[in-house]
């Protein structure tokens, strides 16, 4: 059969392969890749942590203690301070948190074989039902709970305008949750989904060839593994920007709920 | 089988309608970022910090609508 033909057979099975399938149990409990992975790659996340926490040293010589504190000082140099402003210690946690929590999840997915617990959008959500409720939580402490309400619609509307602008203000509040997980699981699984047709084709293209003894089928697998290869390169920058742009967006978010208006 | 082959490949013409937009949009808010940080090359880590939290923003809009020609 011909290759091309071939992968149009093959699509769903790759589709397939995206699903969260059970491990573990069947039906409403269970345990399915996906969580598994997530759990992997928290138990990463902790270990890569507290181990560069244990051995910080105010003039670090250790290439691993060096890039986690790097990584560290990215988020609080380049994302709290610049994003927040006044008060941005008291959310560096919870950014590195979770800017260290993707930025693993979504480079083990890059390793030939593992999920990325980032793919699927239950996770994805639950990542962006945590910083929704964070920064809701900030801006309800900032203002209390009616001025809160109030802080959506900027002052010095004409009073007709501010029902309207409040509405559309608290529209856009709650998108903010969607957008967030739609983002990050949009593009890690249309990265994959690349790789994965890409990674097809040549395998197809290379069976083709030794089947039927036709060199020329084997030219277009080169090519292949080239596309291959450069969309591996953008998947790794896309790996970094995604957990980068998740941080950073959560950081504009609790600055827009925190701010007086 | 004629009217499931036209469902599919109208699901991709309306994705990729949906994309012109993100495209000019992402497109507008990297030549601002280039030529702001060409005459001011002083601000040029916040112009791209600002860059990609619009850039962000906007690519949401085209990856709702990938997800969506998954999903309906």
Redesign the interface.
């Known amino acids: 059969m011909n290759p091309l033909d071939a992968l149009k057979e093959e699509i769903p099975h790759l589709k397939a392969s995206f699903d969260s399938a059970f491990l573990v149990g069947e039906g409403g409990i269970g345990l399915t890749q996906y969580v598994f992975w997530m759990f992997i790659c928290l138990a990463l996340t902790l270990i890569v942590v507290l181990v560069a926490a244990h051995k910080l040293k105010p003039v670090p010589s250790n290439k691993f203690v060096n890039m986690v504190e790097y990584g560290y000082d990215l988020v609080r140099g ?1 994302v709290a301070k ?2 927040i402003g006044h008060g941005y210690k008291r959310h560096v946690p919870f950014l590195a948190s979770i800017f260290f929590f993707i930025l693993i999840s979504n480079f083990v997915g890059l390793i030939p074989g593992c999920k990325t617990p980032t793919g699927s959008i239950s996770v994805t959500w639950a990542l962006a039902i945590v910083s929704f409720v964070y920064f809701n939580y900030w801006g309800v402490k900032a203002h209390g709970g009616l001025g809160y309400l109030k802080s959506f619609c900027p002052s010095g509307l004409p009073i007709v305008l501010v029902p309207i602008v409040w509405f559309l203000e608290l529209v856009s509040a709650c998108l903010r949750a969607l ?1 967030l997980a ?2 990050l ?3 890690m699984f ?1 990265g994959h989904m690349v790789l994965g047709i890409f990674a097809l084709l040549t395998s197809l293209f290379i069976s083709y060839a030794i089947n039927n003894t036709d060199l020329m089928y084997a030219l277009p697998a080169v090519g292949w593994v080239l596309f291959l290869v450069a969309m591996y390169a953008l998947e790794v920058l896309v790996a970094f ?1 995604q957990a ?2 998740f941080t ?2 959560s950081a ?1 978010y609790i600055s827009l709920a925190t701010s007086e208006h | 089988m004629e009217t499931v082959f036209v469902l599919s490949a109208l699901k991709l013409v309306g994705y990729g309608l949906g994309v012109i937009g993100a495209g000019i949009g992402i497109g507008i808010a990297c030549y601002g970022c280039c030529t702001a940080s060409a005459r001011q090359p002083e601000l040029a880590g916040r112009l791209f910090t600002n860059f990609i939290i619009g850039a962000a923003l906007v690519e949401a809009l085209g990856l709702i609508g990938f997800v969506m020609s998954f999903l309906v």
């Open positions: 380049g610049d994003a957008t739609v983002r699981y949009a593009n249309a920007l980068y742009v950073i967006l504009v």
